[in-house]
């Protein structure tokens, strides 16, 4: 159990707050849509997609090492952060 609490806090975290969440906080603050509804529906997507990452994650790993895998995410977060700062520089 203690292997799974860092993927429990890394995810958590990472969703705080972003645009999968704000979408969701949209559709809750609809009257006319049902709260149990909503949560069920945005529950059941990110189980889904996390199913489809673990399964995608599962064939990577076994052409590319996991320190490649690492490094490729790790600079793929650094430039998306490099494209928002540029973004808003810009702006």
Do not use: C, N
Not at 18 to 29: C, E, I, N, R, Y
Not at 44 to 50: E, Q
């Amino acid at each position: 159990m203690l292997t799974l609490w860092p993927i429990f806090v890394t995810v958590f975290f990472a969703e705080l707050g972003d645009k999968t969440q704000l979408a969701t906080l949209l559709f809750a603050a609809d009257h006319d849509v049902s709260k149990l509804g909503v949560f069920a529906a945005s529950s059941a997507a990110l189980v889904l997609s996390s199913l489809l990452a673990v399964l995608v994650g599962a064939q990577l790993s076994l052409y590319v090492s996991p320190r490649v895998l690492k490094l490729v995410a790790g600079a793929g977060f650094v430039a998306i952060g490099i494209w928002v700062l540029m973004d808003a520089r810009a702006s």
